[in-house]
């Protein structure tokens, strides 16, 4: 996937930011989805729940039967957004 970069004043950014988080997505998704025309779309959280891990004794989030698991450079492309 490509990179792309662009200068925004502090202020857009904020808004940008801060619509991005009230649509719930990062802000690539609401950049994407805007850009393109397209609706960014979630599927609804229904069937996730949070469990122990064994190994850990932490809280850790277990999606629904068939979903997915997340991988390191999933993780990594969330990441990119973060300031």
């Not at 039967?65 to 991988?71: E, Q, R």
């Amino acid at each position: 996937m490509a990179t792309l970069s662009f200068k925004v004043t502090v202020k857009e950014a904020a808004l940008i930011r801060r619509r991005a988080k009230q649509e719930r997505h990062s802000v690539s998704e609401f950049l994407r989805a805007r850009a393109t025309g397209e609706g960014a779309t979630r599927q609804p959280a229904a069937g996730y729940r949070i469990v122990r891990s064994r190994v850990t004794k932490l809280p850790v989030m277990v999606g629904p039967a068939g979903c997915p698991g997340v991988k390191s450079e999933d993780v990594r492309a969330l990441l990119a957004d973060f300031p």
